[in-house]
Structure formats: structure tokens, C-alpha cells
């Protein structure tokens, strides 16, 4: 069965662009969340989607902002960027049943410049 | 903010065991141990999680106490590649629950 996948793995991108990482739930999973990793933070809860829907969220601005997708897929987009989003973005899935198991993708590593 | 307490670090040889402690004094009745880690520049691995009993699988052993207000996380023989921070986290029965992270404790195998 695959994993959480993420694309892209790795970016940069240039303060004030906007940036969108893309993230394939494994296969029957209907909850996608998105946490993102500082040195500073460390790993922090962005939000999730469920069936569409953002059901949770974080304490970010609302320069992040995500969607999923019909198929489970999920988006996720910051607008414009500052040096402090650069981390590591990782994408989580799960059956969202009592007691389940949330599993991560390897994550997308954003650099801004 | 998490609401368990890791030590920052920990040593342990190649081949032996590695306990790794995790203090939950505030835990509900109904929320989980979860335990994960995260290798250098990986996502986080799922490694195990418990509700009350003690848990085994392939990779590790999971002992909550009684009161449930600690647990230890054992990797049975420690190999280099066990090196990682491992996360011991508190979370809700509901599904829609996010993890919430600590610092960790960052686990060095030695040979």
C-alpha cells in the first residue's frame, strides 16, 4: 500500500510569491492534514479536510489556506510569502475513525529567499 | 501546548535496549499514548500507540502504569538507524483530533 505522497520535495521560492504543495492520501484515507516544522516552532497543526471540508485549523494567518479534493487529494497554498514560511510542510493522512493512526508523508522542504 | 514531558535526550549502545520515558500526568480516561519519531529531514514515523494496555508490535513495546500517568517506550535491541527524535503524544479518541508535538527526546544509538 503506498504512503503519503508529496510533491513537490523540495522549492524555493522568492519573498511575495505564492507557493502550492500538493499532497496523495494513502488509498482509503479521507482525512488530510497539513503541519508545518520550524526550528523555532517546531511541528505545528496548519489544518484538516474531510470529506471536502476544512474541519480544524491552526493558529496561522490566513495567507495558508488548503482545499481537498473529491479523490481525498489535498492542496495546500501560501500567498505572499515571507522568509519565516520557509520549513518543512508535511502532509498527514487518516481513516478519521475513533483511535486511528495518522500517517505522514515525507514532506515538501520550502525555502524563501 | 503538549501535554507530556520527554527528556530532551537520550544515549543508548547499539544492541541494547532503549527506554525511552514519557510523563502524561493530566491525561483523560479516554485519550491515547501515541508515540512517533522522526528521523533527520523525514516526516514523522508512526511507531506505536495504547489506551490502557500494554502494546507490542514489530517495532517497539509500549508500557503504560497503571494510573496511566506515565509510559515507556521500548526499542528491544537499539540499531544505529533507531537515531531520531522520538515524539510521545497525548491525543483524543475522536478522529478528528489533531497531534500535538512536544519537543521530543532525541535518541542517539552509539556503537
Known amino acids: 500500500k503506498a504512503g503519503v505522497t508529496q510533491t513537490p520535495r523540495y522549492l524555493i521560492k522568492t519573498r511575495g510569491q505564492q507557493v502550492t504543495l500538493s499532497c496523495s492520501p494513502i488509498?482509503?484515507?479521507?482525512?488530510v492534514s497539513w503541519y508545518q516544522q520550524t526550528p523555532g516552532q517546531g511541528l505545528q497543526f496548519l489544518f484538516e479536510?474531510?470529506?471536502?471540508?476544512?474541519?480544524n485549523k491552526g493558529n496561522f494567518p490566513g495567507r495558508f489556506s488548503g482545499r481537498q479534493f473529491s479523490n481525498s487529494r489535498s492542496e495546500m497554498n501560501v500567498s505572499t510569502l515571507e522568509l519565516g514560511d520557509s520549513a518543512l510542510y508535511l502532509c498527514?493522512?487518516?481513516?478519521?475513525?475513533?483511535?486511528?493512526?495518522?500517517?505522514f508523508g515525507e514532506g515538501s522542504w520550502l525555502t524563501v529567499v | 501546548d503538549a501535554k507530556t514531558t520527554q527528556p530532551p535526550s537520550m544515549d543508548c549502545a547499539e544492541g541494547r535496549a532503549a527506554n525511552l520515558p514519557c510523563n502524561h500526568s493530566?491525561?483523560?480516561?479516554?485519550?491515547?499514548v501515541y508515540w512517533y519519531r522522526q528521523i533527520h529531514s523525514q516526516g514523522p514515523q508512526y511507531i506505536i500507540h495504547?489506551?490502557?494496555n500494554n502494546e507490542t508490535n514489530e517495532m517497539a513495546s509500549l508500557i503504560i502504569t497503571e494510573d496511566r500517568k506515565s509510559s515507556t517506550l521500548i526499542l528491544p535491541h537499539a540499531t544505529l538507524r533507531d537515531t531520531a527524535v522520538y515524539y510521545c503524544?497525548?491525543?483524543?479518541?475522536?478522529?478528528?483530533?489533531?497531534?500535538?508535538f512536544g519537543k521530543g527526546t532525541r535518541l542517539s544509538v552509539i556503537a
Open positions: 495504547g489506551l490502557k
Open positions: 479536510y474531510f470529506s471536502e471540508t476544512q474541519r
Open positions: 503524544i497525548v491525543r483524543g479518541a475522536s478522529g478528528n483530533t489533531p497531534l500535538v
Open positions: 493530566t491525561i483523560s480516561g479516554n485519550e491515547y
Open positions: 498527514a493522512s487518516s481513516p478519521r475513525s475513533s483511535g486511528n493512526t495518522i500517517y
Open positions: 488509498s482509503g484515507h479521507r482525512s
